[in-house]
């Protein structure tokens, strides 16, 4: 588990290693609030960064978490929730 907070940086690394990225997507651009569809990532895509998001930090992304965390800022908010309630307990 990891003690350090999960960032936009973490993320997009991980989307890139687990599905790449359209050719019209720049992910160094602001994409914290645009939609993960729009960037293009389809649900699949998102199982293949949840599932490495929790190898690599050791928590559990329930679906409905996943299903919720529309956007990338979504997404990161939700895994530093995980990792700070594990810092706690």
Known sequence: M????FTIE?????????????E???LDTDILDQ??????????????TSSR???????TISDSILADATTPRALVGAVNEHLAEDAAA
Request: glycine share 10%.
């Open 2 to 5: 990891s003690t350090q907070p």
């Open 10 to 22: 973490d993320l997009k690394r991980i989307l890139l290693e687990g599905s790449g990225a359209a």
């Open 24 to 26: 019209d997507v720049d």
């Open 35 to 48: 939609e993960f569809e729009d960037l293009g990532y389809d649900s699949l895509a998102l199982l293949e």
């Open 53 to 59: 998001i929790e190898r690599t930090y050791g928590i």
